[in-house]
């Protein structure tokens, strides 16, 4: 059952958004059919076609319109805003439903989580162990006499 209102839900977003997008475009056909004091982007459509089509009050027609497909344009936004938000708020509960709690418990029980003193510990251990692997790498150097002159020359005795 479940299963079915995530579905309807999911249906009635997408319907909602289609009728949203259509309204927006009506929307925006009619403001941009209305004449303007300035005679603006009305007179490129041309102010007797719109005239004939729908008669000598076209801005009281066009006025009405522009209000209608507004409301419409609000009330969409309105109720498909509070449909994602139901959607999201489902899929928020799906994650905290109980069997989810519950096996998040489960594995957070099988994954030790490691102190600081422990990875303390594992750092000294690792730098020890580079420590001594970069010493046995690197060649011994050679014993250096302190003091080459005295080896060389006969001390003179008296």
């Given at each position: 059952?479940?299963?079915?209102?995530?579905?309807?839900?999911?249906?009635s977003?997408?319907?909602?958004?289609?009728v949203?997008?259509?309204?927006?475009?009506?929307?925006?056909g009619?403001?941009?059919m209305?004449?303007p004091?300035?005679e603006g982007?009305?007179?490129?459509?041309?102010?007797?076609i719109?005239?004939q089509?729908?008669g000598?009050r076209?801005?009281?027609?066009?006025?009405?319109?522009?209000?209608?497909?507004?409301?419409?344009?609000?009330?969409l936004?309105?109720?498909?805003g509070?449909l994602?938000?139901?959607?999201?708020?489902k899929?928020?509960?799906?994650?905290?439903s109980?069997?989810?709690?519950?096996?998040?418990?489960r594995?957070?029980?099988?994954?030790?989580?490691?102190t600081p003193?422990?990875?303390?510990?594992e750092?000294?251990?690792?730098?020890a162990?580079e420590?001594?692997a970069a010493?046995?790498q690197?060649?011994?150097?050679?014993?250096?006499?302190?003091?080459p002159?005295?080896?060389?020359t006969?001390?003179?005795s008296?």
């Amino acid at each position: 059952m479940n299963l079915f209102l995530a579905d309807s839900l999911n249906i009635s977003i997408q319907l909602l958004f289609a009728v949203l997008v259509i309204v927006s475009l009506l929307l925006l056909g009619v403001v941009l059919m209305q004449r303007p004091k300035q005679e603006g982007l009305g007179a490129a459509f041309g102010a007797a076609i719109t005239d004939q089509a729908f008669g000598a009050r076209t801005t009281d027609v066009l006025k009405k319109a522009t209000v209608y497909f507004g409301t419409a344009f609000m009330v969409l936004c309105l109720g498909l805003g509070m449909l994602i938000n139901r959607q999201h708020v489902k899929s928020s509960e799906s994650l905290l439903s109980p069997e989810m709690m519950k096996a998040a418990a489960r594995q957070e029980v099988s994954i030790p989580a490691k102190t600081p003193e422990e990875l303390q510990q594992e750092e000294l251990r690792r730098r020890a162990a580079e420590a001594e692997a970069a010493s046995s790498q690197a060649p011994a150097p050679a014993p250096r006499n302190p003091c080459p002159a005295s080896a060389e020359t006969p001390v003179p005795s008296n």
